[in-house]
């Protein structure tokens, strides 16, 4: 990984941008100091499993979930009933 200034990463931005989609990354430094490092966002594959439902079967609701505790928050909220 090699690094550069930020003049020179102003400069050759496009070219820069283009390695690090290749999966060269970098680091830009400032003075010599690195302050970031530039890498390729990695897309999903078309086939790749999606977090979104993932726990799918293993746990249940109850059915009266949106019931659940009610009478104690009446309670908490001064309703005698």
Avoid: C, W, Y
């Amino acid at each position: 990984m090699h690094t550069v200034n930020i003049h020179e990463a102003k400069t050759h931005l496009s070219r820069l941008i283009e390695q690090a989609t290749k999966g060269e990354s970098f680091i830009i430094a400032k003075a010599g100091k690195p302050l970031v490092k530039v890498m390729p966002l990695s897309a999903p594959e078309a086939g790749q499993v999606k977090r979104l439902g993932f726990m799918a079967g293993q746990i249940t609701v109850p059915d009266d979930f949106d019931q659940m505790g009610s009478t104690e928050i009446a309670l908490l909220f001064g309703d005698e009933s």
